[in-house]
T-cell receptor, first 114, second 116 residues
Framework: DGGITQSPKYLFRKEGQNVTLSCEQN?????MYWYRQDPGQGLRLIYY???????QKGDIAEGYSVSREKKESFPLTVTSAQKNPTAFYLC?????????????FGPGTRLTVL | AQSVTQLDSHVSVSEGTPVLLRCNYS??????LFWYVQHPNKGLQLLLK??????LVKGINGFEAEFKKSETSFHLTKPSAHMSDAAEYFC??????????????FGKGTHLIIQP
């Protein structure tokens, strides 16, 4: 059963803590993405990766970090430098980074700062 | 640069009546255009996409969209709404600028309400 999994589904963070969101795909896709969704807003790109050991900043990368050590995994760390991290985070993947390519989305992680 | 505008933040229709969700885009290059649907607290699911082939695109669940270059529009339609269509719909534009991937630019979404 191919797809994208994200964990956890809900995550609570205290002020000043770093937290890591997991994203795994078994679609054999080269490209992976992280988006942030706020109420009443579309999705905004945080980071993307075209291939293992490579990643690029998106529109709102400040306060976030990523790694891509394995093709199937693209974890996102929300650092204490991110001033307003409460949001819904979505991971996606595509065969390659190409504008005609469909991105497939995971079910999302809802992060709340206490 | 690229942008997308969804003209209605909320659309309410009665079950069995037609659905029209409006989307206009701006792009310096030939775009790819997508419609995604999101049910509450879920990820996004692709409904359909346009990638410079036929201008009338048919998608899943009876949805279709027409690419109109002269109007820079990509409106989503369905002849007869079903209660299960109630969700958030996102129009998305994607352009490869040649200098690196732009990723997807999302509209702010249209909340579709289906009245029984």
């Amino acid at each position: 059963d191919g797809g994208i999994t994200q964990s956890p589904k809900y995550l609570f963070r205290k002020e000043g803590q770093n937290v890591t969101l997991s994203c795994e795909q078994n679609l054999n896709h080269d490209a992976m993405y992280w988006y942030r969704q706020d109420p009443g807003q579309g999705l905004r790109l945080i980071y993307y990766s075209q291939i293992v050991n490579d990643f690029q900043k998106g529109d709102i990368a400040e306060g976030y970090s990523v790694s891509r050590e394995k093709k199937e995994s693209f974890p996102l760390t929300v650092t204490s430098a991110q001033k307003n991290p409460t949001a819904f985070y979505l991971c996606a993947s595509s065969i390659v980074v190409q504008h005609t390519d469909t991105q497939y989305f995971g079910p999302g992680t809802r992060l709340t700062v206490l | 640069a690229q942008s997308v505008t969804q003209l209605d933040s909320h659309v309410s229709v009665s079950e069995g009546t037609p659905v029209l969700l409006r989307c206009n885009y701006s792009s310096s290059y030939s775009p790819s255009l997508f419609w995604y649907v999101q049910h509450p607290n879920k990820g996004l699911q692709l409904l359909l996409k346009y990638t410079s082939a036929a201008t009338l695109v048919k998608g899943i669940n009876g949805f279709e969209a027409e690419f109109k270059k002269s109007e820079t529009s990509f409106h989503l339609t369905k002849p007869s709404a079903h209660m299960s269509d109630a969700a958030e719909y996102f129009c998305v534009v994607s352009t490869y600028s040649g200098g690196g991937a732009d990723g997807l630019t999302f509209g702010k979404g249209t909340h579709l309400i289906i009245q029984p």
